[in-house]
Structure formats: C-alpha cells, structure tokens
C-alpha cells in the first residue's frame, strides 16, 4: 500500500506539468487522471442536480451520473492523451518554456489547449453517450454549449494560470532554500577533502621528507588552481573530471607505479551542469579504501556518459572490494564513517530531486572491486 500511495504522490506532483519523463510510473498518471475525471464528474453532476428545479429521486441521480461521470472520463483521457503526445513530440526547448514562469503567453497556450480538449470531449461524450438516460438534463444546444464550454476554459485556465503562478514562486523558493542546503553540505565536504590530503602529507613527513614536500608542493599548485572552480555553487562535469584528474596525479606523487587511473566522458556529459565536489568523494574512496590498502595497488576508471535522458557518472577501481571493507578493519586501511557518501545523497537530492540516486556495488568485471554509480535524470534545457 506504502508504494502505492507514494506513486501516487510524485504523479499529483507532476500531473499538471508536461515533462520528457514522470517521476512517477505511467499506470500512477493515469490513476490520477481517473480520480481527476471523478472529482470533475461528481462537480458537474451536482450542478446539474442543483440547476434541475427540483431536488430529484435516487432513480434520477443515478440516471444523472452515468452520462456526467462518463462525459468528465473522456474528457480527462482527451487531456491525457494529448498532453502525452506534446510530451512526446514537443522540442526540449518548448517543454522548458511551458513549465517556466506561467507568463501570459503560457496562460495562454494551457487555456486554448484547454478549450481544445474539453470541445473534443464534449462532442465525443455526445456520439457516444448522446442516448443514455438523464442526457436531457443536460442542454446540448450547440450555440449553448459552445458559449458555455468557452467561458468554462476560460475561467479554468484563469484559476489554473493563479495557481501555477503561486506554485512557480514556492518552487523558486524551494529551489533558493535548497542552493542553501547545497552551499552548506559542500562547505562540509571541502574540508574533508583537504584534511584528507594533508593528513597524506603528513605520513609521508615520518619516512620520506622530500617526497612530502614533492606532494604538498603538488598540493599547492592543485589548490591554486581548483579552490575557484570549488567555491562556485555550480561546475561542470568537465570542471569535476579535470579535478578529478588533479586529484589522482597528486596522489600519484605517493603511490606512484601503484596507482593507475583512467578518465573518459562523452562530450554531451561534459556540458551537463553539476553540483561541485560531486565526484571527489568518490574517487577518494577508490584509491583510499580500495587501492591503498592492497600491496599492489590497482586502477581507478573514471566514465561520465549521456545514456537516454539520463546522465550516468560512475567511479570504478579493482582494488579489495566491498567484501573486504565490510569483513572488519584492514591494516594500513583507513575506517570510512559513511560521511562522505550520505554528504553525496543528501546533495543529490537537493538538487535533482529523489530521482537521483547513488549505487554502491562490487564491480560486474574482474575477480574485485567497487563501482560508485551516480545517476541523474536530465531535464529539457532551453537552447
């Protein structure tokens, strides 16, 4: 029941936005659809009770609602039907421009598509269910009809355009509250970076002096260049892999033959935007718990790809695995407080919304590993 009622929940939240895809199930939006058609046949069936002049019998309620429940059904699957269809077909620009700020334009282009689709019902509910009993309470006179169907979209569109006006200004402070939360998480993981990488230095201060003054000097170059690109509220998948990149030819300094990596992108994920710092974490983790432990060493892949609609971030390494992290403490090894990754999540889910999700897996190839796999779902930008 739980599952249920979430779907439910994320399809209310999107049903009157036209999106590329739902974060709700197709069988959730067409639920909602049936309980929107409700809600609108059992409205017009007590206008027209209301309207009749005289209170009627249960035989006349009955009689009343089968045409009225029906006519608001199909009227809610014309609505269905053809706003999935501009999902479908509409450029990503258009859709970005309909789910913007609800501007006169906007009003207007739900408010005519709105007179389209109740028109289509209307006269579709009347070849079909013109004969039903209690259809001659309803007075289907043409001009009638289409008068009052015009002034009925109007006066819906109108309260609909006051509501997406409010609801754009709750998002934008949602989404201003969230920039907060974002600025604060990644104030804490910065930290976290640096002391980690100090605290390399300073192990390597006990038995190997010039190399730790090799390695901070690294250190110092890479922070020059990287503290900038780490204060801003936002990067760029481009901006993160070369980061990245820093990051792992500064440990190398230290490792040096034991550590390997490879970092490869597709152009289309480079230009995606992305929260900054989003991926240190997880290459860290690699070479931290994965690589330096095992006497060998091993490689770190780092993939950035534009699979569908979805961006697919993933950090892979061959060194001791899951299994071994989870068996108990390892010597050498240093013990991990799960902050970086719930830091991961939580910024995920400020940012992208619970569609964006973090796996945690043993790597499909090679006898060990780990494989850090972030997705998140791309919206339609406009160009």
Not at 76 to 104: C, K, Q
Not at 113 to 121: D, E, I, K, P, Y
Not at 322 to 346: F, M, S, T
Request: glycine share 8%.
């Amino acid at each position: 029941m739980q599952p249920f009622l979430a779907a439910l929940a994320l399809a209310r939240r999107d049903f009157f936005k036209l999106r590329r895809k739902h974060a709700a199930p197709e069988w959730a939006m067409w639920v909602m659809t049936l309980l929107v058609a409700l809600a609108w046949g059992l409205g017009l069936l007590l206008v027209a009770l209301l309207f009749g002049g005289r209170w009627p019998t249960p035989a006349e309620v009955l009689q009343v609602a089968q045409p009225m429940l029906l006519t608001a059904l199909l009227i809610a699957v014309t609505f269905h039907v053809v706003y999935t269809a501009i999902e479908r077909l509409a450029s990503d620009r258009f859709l970005a421009w309909v789910n913007g700020e609800p501007g006169l334009w906007v009003n207007l282009f739900f408010a005519g598509t709105s007179m389209l689709c109740v028109a289509f019902g209307l006269g579709l509910a009347f070849l079909l269910l013109g004969q039903l009993p209690g259809m001659d309470r309803v007075n289907w006179a043409p001009q009638r009809s289409w008068i009052s169907v015009s002034i009925a979209a109007v006066f819906a569109s109108t309260i609909w355009g006051l509501w997406a006006w409010q609801q754009w200004h709750e998002e934008q402070l949602k989404r201003q509250a969230q920039e907060a939360q974002l600025r604060l998480l990644q104030a804490q993981i910065e930290p976290h970076f640096l002391f980690n990488t100090l605290a390399n230095v300073h192990s390597l201060m006990d038995h190997d002096l010039p190399l730790a003054k090799q390695m901070l000097a690294s250190f110092t170059d890479y922070l020059r260049v990287s503290l900038g690109t780490m204060r801003k509220p936002s990067s760029t998948v481009a901006q993160e892999l070369e980061l990245a990149q820093h990051y792992l030819q500064l440990l190398q300094v230290r490792m040096a033959d034991r550590l390997h990596f490879e970092i490869t992108a597709d152009e289309a994920a480079r230009q995606q935007p992305l929260p900054p710092l989003l991926l240190q974490p997880l290459v860290e983790n690699a070479v931290m718990h994965g690589l330096e432990p095992s006497i060998d060493g091993g490689t770190v892949w780092v993939r950035a790809n534009v699979v569908g609609r979805e961006l697919r971030l993933e950090v892979q390494d061959n060194g001791l695995g899951l299994e071994a992290g989870q068996a108990g403490p390892r010597p050498g090894a240093r013990r991990g407080n799960g902050v970086a990754l719930a830091n991961i999540r939580e910024r995920l889910l400020a940012r992208f919304g619970p569609q964006a999700t973090l796996v945690l897996q043993t790597a499909p190839e090679g006898p060990r590993g780990t494989l850090a796999s972030i997705i998140i779902p791309l919206e339609p930008t406009p160009t």
